[in-house]
């Protein structure tokens, strides 16, 4: 009669990933589909706490490419029943949580269709990210099924793209034949300091990962800003690098560029200005690096 009902139990949640790409669990779907033994099938499952009084941003970022990433397997071709995606929220299944020792949020743990879990079938946020890309690699690897992420289309870059061009037509009949601008070096100096800004800080890294902009401590309520892994970074902490960045090469600038007659107090000022920068913020600059790499031994000012 057991098995009779679980094979029911089963069936209806086949039928339910039909029409909802991730099923919502609580305590008895978690028996029937996870803790009873034995199963054909692979289940993949997000443990989250989505309560705003729960205060966690990055649970809602990763649970909506979570839920991509389900909605991809669900309408692809390679559409495999024997592979199923839920979810656990805290506020639903605490005992859930509570019985795999779990005491952070989001969580995406992988149960094989035979054998216990392994190190690898808990999914390495903090190394990985959160994009429905990564999980998606990360799900090949542990059950070998392939899923191309479906997303809707994304007009953003289209419509900046099309801004850009109007904005370049605009200047280019404005400035008639006059076209002396382009020639100036401080108009290509200041875009290539922004681009390397950028590009130093780590956007590429952060646009590929899907990394969080911080992290809210769930248990006290502290926002970080900086991660204190070497392996991870947040969106916040790129724009703290970038600027950073921008300030010590404005002080160099400062140095090189002032007056060389020592009778002009302005001389003095910028000078020791511009050196007063450089120190102050390269001190920070250290102070981050060492944050992130413990062992790391130098310091100049903090």
Sequence with gaps: KQWYQRRVAITA????????PVIKMDEEKYKT????????????VMFTALSPSRNCKICKEAHNEF??????????RQFDTNLFFTMVDYDGGASIFQRLKL?????????????????????????RGIAAEAFAK???ERTDIQIEVMRPPNYTNAILLGLFLFAVSGTLIIKGNSLDFLYKWKYWAITSMFIMFAMTSGQMWLHIRGAPFAHVDRHSGRTSFIHGGSNAMFVAESYIIAVVNGLIAFGFILLADSPRDKSNPASSYMSYGG???????????????RMKHRGYPYSLLF
């Design 13 to 20: 949640g086949k039928d339910i990933s039909y029409r909802t």
């Design 33 to 44: 589909f996870i803790r009873t033994l034995p199963r054909n099938y692979s289940v993949v």
């Design 67 to 76: 839920t991509t990433l389900a909605r991809s397997h669900r309408y692809s």
């Design 103 to 127: 005491t952070s949020a989001p969580v995406v743990l992988h149960f094989p269709a035979s054998g216990k879990r392994k190190r690898e079938d808990r999914f390495d946020i903090e190394r």
């Design 138 to 140: 990360w799900v090949k």
């Design 275 to 289: 050196l007063g920068i450089v120190v102050v913020f390269f001190s920070i600059l250290l102070a981050i690096f």
